[in-house]
C-alpha cells in the first residue's frame, strides 16, 4: 500500500477563536492529499477534468482525535483504502510535528461524466488509472 504524504503548516486564518484548526479546514486539507496522491501516481486531476471527468463525494467520515493548532507542522497522510473499478475510497490521517494523530478519515468517491453525472467504469475508460490504482490499493 502506498501512503502519499503532504506537509502543510497550520495557517492562522486556519484556527477559530478556540486557537484549533477549525474543523472544516480539514475536509480542505483531506483535498490536497488525494490530488497530491493522484499527480504521485502519475495523474493530474485537471487533466483528468479536462477530459470530462469528475469525481464527487459520495461519503465522507472525519474522526477528531487531538486538536492542531497555529503554527503546528502536520502531515495529511492519503492512500487508497478501497477501489473496485467504481468507486474509489480514499484513507486519511493528519499527524503533527510529534507524529500524533490529530484526525483520521475516508472519503467515497465515484468518476463521473461531467455533463451527465453517469458513472463511468474506470477499469474500461481509463485503464492505466485502473492498473494504478489496483497497484497501490490497501490490501485487506
Known amino acids: ?10 495557517r492562522y486564518a486556519e484556527t477559530d477563536q478556540m486557537g484549533v484548526v477549525y474543523h472544516a479546514n480539514y475536509l480542505v ?3 490536497l492529499g488525494r490530488t497530491t496522491l493522484i499527480s504521485d501516481l502519475g495523474f493530474r486531476y485537471h487533466e483528468i477534468e479536462a ?3 469528475v469525481a464527487p463525494v459520495l461519503d465522507i467520515q472525519v474522526s477528531f482525535k487531538k ?5 503546528d507542522q502536520i502531515t495529511v497522510k492519503t492512500w ?9 475510497t480514499y484513507g486519511y490521517e493528519v499527524v503533527n510535528q510529534n507524529n500524533e494523530v490529530c484526525v483520521t ?7 463521473v461524466n461531467k455533463d451527465t453525472f453517469r458513472p463511468i467504469i474506470i477499469k474500461r475508460s481509463y485503464p492505466e488509472w ?3 490504482y489496483e497497484k ?3 490490501v485487506k
Not at 500500500?1 to 497550520?10: C, G, H, K, L, Q
Not at 487508497?80 to 474509489?88: K, N, S, T
Not at 478519515?105 to 468518476?111: I, K, M, P, Q
Open 67 to 71: 486538536p492542531a493548532r497555529y503554527g
Open 1 to 10: 500500500m502506498y501512503i502519499s504524504e503532504t506537509p502543510i503548516t497550520v
Open 51 to 53: 477530459q470530462g471527468v
Open 29 to 31: 486539507w483531506f483535498e
Open 130 to 132: 485502473h492498473a494504478a
Open 105 to 111: 478519515g475516508s472519503s467515497v468517491h465515484v468518476c
Open 80 to 88: 487508497v483504502e478501497d477501489y473496485d473499478g467504481l468507486r474509489i
Open 136 to 138: 497501490v490499493k490497501r
